[in-house]
């Protein structure tokens, strides 16, 4: 089965800072999926990537998708209080129905 | 308005008890799952219905049983809970495709708590 590795597990940066958070899974991806869990709330979904060498940014968030489709790495720049939250990273298994399998979440704490 | 809900969003009960988590979505996707994240925050599938039909069934007691009266609500079932069962249980949907890539829009939990 795959399964999704982030690092770090945990950040605390200074606002206004960038930060990266890595997402490596044991097999090839076909479809990588950026989630964010602010406590007491659901997943929102921030960003997909498929294509080898992808990425996407929305507002100050970048994805990329490796060529090797294995890794993926989330990019925030001039970290706000607002992005504070537990990243996720999820894999779509191949040829089955949806089913994502989550990585073990990085906590991103964000100080004044 | 709200895309994916769920009811109740905290849940305390006793061991043994029987206990049902509420589901609805209103975006007219064909496929809705339950995932349940532990208390290291590790988020796993359990189960995923696809117009009303069973799809994914991971290794989950048979105490947990979905039901999914019509494709806009898959409830779930908890019988005789147990004190492992505490969780945050997030229901979530997704748009009809015949492919595995359509994007999952998840619902704000329900936290289980069994004491």
């Known amino acids: 089965s795959q399964e999704l590795e982030q690092s770090p597990q945990s950040l605390i940066v200074q606002e206004g800072k960038n930060l990266t958070i890595n997402c490596t899974s044991s097999k090839t991806l076909y479809g990588l999926y950026w989630y964010k869990q602010k406590y007491g709330e659901g997943l929102i979904f921030l960003m997909m990537?498929?294509?080898?060498?992808e990425e996407k940014s929305h507002e100050k968030i970048t994805a990329k998708l490796d060529e090797k489709k294995q890794q993926s790495s989330l990019h925030i720049t001039a970290s706000q209080p607002s992005h504070a939250g537990i990243y996720l990273c999820g894999a779509v298994s191949t040829g089955t129905a949806s089913k994502l399998t989550f990585g073990t979440g990085t906590r991103l704490q964000v100080t004044l | 308005d709200t895309a994916v809900s769920q009811t109740p969003k905290y849940l305390v009960t006793q061991m043994g008890n029987d206990k049902s988590i509420k589901c609805e979505q209103n975006?007219?996707?064909?496929?809705m799952y339950w995932y349940k994240q532990d208390s290291k925050k590790f988020l796993k599938i359990m189960f995923s219905y696809n117009n009303k039909e069973l799809i994914i069934n991971e290794t989950v007691p048979n105490r947990f049983s979905p039901k999914s009266p019509d494709k806009a609500h898959l409830n779930l079932h908890i019988n005789s809970l147990e004190l492992g069962d505490s969780a945050v249980y997030f229901c979530?949907?997704?748009?009809?495709?015949?492919?595995?890539?359509?994007?999952?829009?998840f619902g704000p939990g329900t936290r289980l708590l069994v004491l």
């Open positions: 975006l007219g996707h064909d496929t």
């Open positions: 990537l498929q294509k080898g060498g």
């Open positions: 979530a949907s997704s748009p009809p495709s015949g492919g595995p890539r359509e994007t999952q829009y």
